[in-house]
């Protein structure tokens, strides 16, 4: 089982810290041309992270219901799921470019961006949300792939679309000297370059043969042969996971909003930025561990083997601290140099000094936020949305009491401890959900 655990989490976890590393490239390439734009490019990312992160469930959900069908053998089951979640990715994608002008502004006003910052931040904005589209049908094939235990055709797509995405943007920045826009039309670029990749994948990659289990009867989203989960049912278990991941979002834009509030000035901002490039190459290392227990709880529980189920989850687990315990000891260790990676210290020495003055509770975010994130992928294998909605509006709101209560009262510090309160909450209760039997 360890052989398997490894199988599918060594190559999402290698897919998984690409993702950060675009981000991470970015705010480099933008350090050159110091704080102000490197607060813009992580606020624009946080503004469309917004809108783009809240549909996660599209490969949340492929991915539950395609591994469960998986473990029944049923090859019905798993176009349906596919096939349900590409035309909701499509239709969601074409809703949002129409949606574009009122999500900006109200991103804008629920992150509380600064004046000289909304320009750019605008920029940004109204040219990635055009790859809205192909990124949504990119998740649900990433979290089809994912279900039928492949983890091979997520990492080259991943892989591929963001050495793109690296190439696009620093020739559009360093070279054609777009600034803000290059990073932006890259990332466009890229992700088109992605979604004809997934499909070649799909059509041509291996499953052209009697495996493939493209079946008609998909195309009727509405079948009970097709599929054991009703219509209804696969909107309540993608409504659920909306809501928990919209919460989930607005805990990192209320981080934003708060510390833009803060009297600290630019380089305090910038210097968060930093460092939540830093949460994000956890979060995106330990979801490989996350990614693979979505794939192997999920089927598990659709082949109704509970021994087993309780045997992967223990062994997750101690995979998932034992790679967070490296991502500690990398960062504690890597200090000022690691965080110079992300700016020149000639152009941003004050936020560089700043970041390194937080790092201590990034290192302790290693450690205690882990948990939180190897629950999600178990109860997204369970497909148990209910309880991940349930207990992450119970998170939220403890998140909210702790900062009002003590954390705006410690400056920056109280807002990063709060952060990381709210992560433990979160994993807290899902330990007690779990052991109460109350997931489902």
Not at 231 to 246: E, K, P, Q, S
Not at 348 to 365: K, N, R
């Amino acid at each position: 089982m360890n052989r398997e655990i490894l199988r599918l989490a060594v190559p999402n976890i290698l897919s998984n810290v690409s993702v950060p590393l675009i981000s991470s490239f970015d705010t480099a390439l933008m350090g050159s041309l110091g704080g102000t734009h490197i607060a813009a490019v992580g606020l624009g990312s946080m503004a469309f992270n917004f809108v783009y992160w809240n549909f996660g469930f599209l490969r949340m959900g492929t991915t539950g219901l395609t591994a469960q069908a998986y473990g029944r053998g049923s090859g019905p089951e798993q176009s349906q799921a596919l096939v349900r979640g590409a035309l909701l990715a499509l239709a969601i994608g074409v809703t949002l470019m129409a949606l574009q002008v009122p999500l900006v502004k109200f991103t804008e006003w629920l992150l509380n961006i600064r004046a000289d910052q909304i320009a750019l931040v605008e920029e940004y904005f109204f040219i990635r949300i055009l790859a809205a589209p192909a990124a949504l049908l990119q998740m649900v094939l990433l979290g089809w792939f994912f279900g039928r235990q492949n983890a091979v055709w997520p990492l080259v797509l991943t892989l591929v679309v963001n050495a793109a995405n690296l190439a696009l943007s620093y020739y559009l920045v360093a070279v054609a000297g777009w600034g803000i826009a290059g990073v932006a039309w890259g990332t466009v670029a890229a992700q088109y370059l992605g979604l004809l990749l997934g499909f070649g994948f799909l059509v041509y990659g291996g499953y052209r043969t009697k495996d493939w289990p493209l079946h008609w009867s998909a195309l009727h989203l509405r079948s009970r042969q097709a599929s054991s989960v009703s219509l209804g049912a696969f909107f309540r278990i993608n409504r659920d996971i909306f809501i928990r991941t919209v919460f989930l979002t607005l805990s990192f834009a209320f981080f934003y909003n708060r510390a833009n509030a803060l009297d600290v000035g630019t380089a305090t901002v910038a210097a968060n930025v930093i460092l939540l490039q830093l949460v994000n190459w956890l979060s995106y290392g330990i979801d490989g561990f996350a990614f693979a227990a979505e794939s192997l709880v999920g089927k598990y529980a659709g082949a109704k083997q509970p021994e087993h189920l309780r045997r992967v989850i223990r062994l997750l687990f101690g995979w998932g601290m034992g790679l967070a315990c490296v991502y500690a000891a990398t960062y504690w260790i890597g200090g000022y140099k690691l965080l110079s990676l992300f700016a020149p210290e000639a152009s941003a020495g004050d936020t560089l000094a700043a970041a390194y003055y937080y790092l201590p509770i990034v290192v302790l975010f290693c450690i205690l936020a882990t948990p939180c994130y190897l629950f999600d992928g178990i109860y997204v294998g369970l497909t148990a949305a209910r309880a991940m909605r349930q207990t992450m509006l119970l998170a939220f709101a403890g998140y909210l009491l702790s900062y009002y209560l003590i954390g705006q009262h410690f400056g920056n510090w109280g807002l990063w401890g709060s952060l990381l309160f709210f992560m433990m909450l979160r994993a807290g209760m899902q330990w007690v959900w779990w052991r109460r039997g109350l997931v489902r």
